[in-house]
């Protein structure tokens, strides 16, 4: 009985049960067109509802948010990687009209995730039209994210709440948001913007990251001293463990500043925490984490599809910066975590799972916050990683 249904798991990994293993270009193909199909759906859905957009899908309802919702940017960005492949002028129609519920965001000062907010959508939208008016948003932005910067502690601060607890909270998250940073210092010929995306990088490699380069969530500095009087792990099982998706979060920021600026110690850095990641002996088979690789209940506790395709998304990149054997392993884990979030296993049937892509993703599972659902930041970077395998695969 375990065979067949181990047999049965596999059904869209392989040809047939016990057969061959469809080709990876096949696996890509079909996946893009399931998800162009799923996301026309939810943007005929959210179409009418006049500022919103899609968080998740929860308790069979749907749960949107305005663009005040660090999420905001990420189904506009969905969109426009879905046009990249598709072309289809629906979509493209639809890209324009989510990212502009968007943004208003560029004046947004009062939290970090300006740049998850804007560069996945305008900055995805100038990338694929050249319209110059998306510039104008994301050089805005930029500057509004640069005012959480202190030169005297060298971060960009990430929160503003529970202060009586934390001075200047720094969360690995951060490092996603730099990219609009260096877009900004190369659009504008502002080094500012570039020293604070350098230093906010080396600190963060200094403070963030235990001697196995696993990383905690949240450090929190000295205002004065500009060192760490707390480092903890709000979103992991414990302040010790590995939370999946903020180990994720430092291997995808550490490529992209060795991809921007060319510094071999950004490579270095995410070199040695994908090593962590696939050595890790908690995790699965398949290549989804579980939510924390430290939690007690493994295997019997949820697994973050996000964090698996934030993680494939990474390792495409970060195998074109490698050679030889180390290239192979970063691609060949990828291509196991792809075909996993293409299966049955994790990719709904189209019109169901309130019409995201993929299933089986965990928010924050300590506070019982979107715990086993579909997220939309993992369709985002799911849809961002089949766009890179695809370009690596026509190569």
């Known amino acids: 009985m375990k065979k067949i249904l181990l047999c049965m798991g596999l059904s ?16 890509v193909d079909e996946a893009l067109a399931r998800a162009e199909r799923q996301v026309l759906l939810m943007a005929e859905k ?18 949107s948010s305005d663009s005040r919702w660090w999420c905001s940017g990420f189904f506009p960005g969905t969109l426009w990687y879905v046009y990249e492949n ?58 509004s994210l640069a ?60 403070y963030h990251y235990r001697p196995d380069f696993s990383s905690w969530h949240v450090v929190s500095y000295d205002t004065v001293s500009g060192k760490p009087h707390i480092r903890q792990t709000h979103q992991g099982f414990s ?30 850095q995410a070199r040695r925490i994908a090593a962590f990641l696939l050595n890790h002996p908690n995790m699965p088979e398949d ?9 007690p209940e493994i295997p019997d506790t949820p697994r973050d599809a996000s964090a698996a395709a934030i993680m494939a998304s990474a390792l495409i990149e970060l195998s074109g910066f490698a050679e030889g054997a180390e290239a192979d392993e970063y691609m060949a884990f990828a291509e196991k975590q792809i075909r996993s979030l293409a299966s049955p296993e994790y990719t709904a049937p189209e019109g169901t799972n309130g019409d995201f892509i993929l299933m089986h993703s965990t928010g924050a599972y300590p506070f019982s916050s979107e715990v086993d659902v579909p997220l939309t930041y993992a369709d985002y970077y799911y849809l961002e990683a089949l766009t890179r395998l695809k370009r690596s695969l026509q190569s």
Not at 287 to 295: H, I, K, L, M, T
Request: a negative charge; proline letters at 3%; glycine letters at 10%.
């Open 86 to 143: 598709s072309r289809d002028p629906r979509v493209l129609e639809y890209a324009r009209m989510y990212t502009a519920r968007v943004e208003r965001e560029k004046y947004t000062t009062d939290n970090h995730d300006v740049g998850f907010m804007l560069y996945c959508s305008f900055g995805n939208g100038l990338r694929l039209t050249g319209d110059k008016s998306y510039e104008e948003v994301l050089l805005t932005g930029a500057r």
């Open 287 to 295: 290549g989804v984490p579980y939510w924390d690789f430290d939690s």
């Open 147 to 206: 005012t959480r910067f202190r030169p005297e502690v060298g971060l960009i601060r990430s929160w503003d709440h529970n202060r009586d607890r934390w001075q200047y909270p720094v969360i690995i998250d951060n490092m996603m948001n730099l990219e609009l940073l260096l877009w900004a210092a190369g659009y504008s010929g502002d080094e500012s913007f570039r020293e604070m995306a350098v230093s906010h990088a080396d600190k963060t490699m200094e």
């Open 46 to 63: 959210y179409g009418d509802r006049e500022g919103r957009l899609p968080r998740t899908w929860e308790n069979g309802e749907d749960v």
């Open 12 to 27: 869209a990994l392989l040809a047939g049960c016990g057969g061959r293993e469809k080709p990876l270009a096949e696996v």
């Open 239 to 268: 302040d010790d463990s590995a939370w999946s998706r903020g180990q994720a979060w430092g291997l995808y920021g550490y490529t992209c500043m060795f991809r921007l600026t060319g510094e071999e110690r950004y490579l270095q």
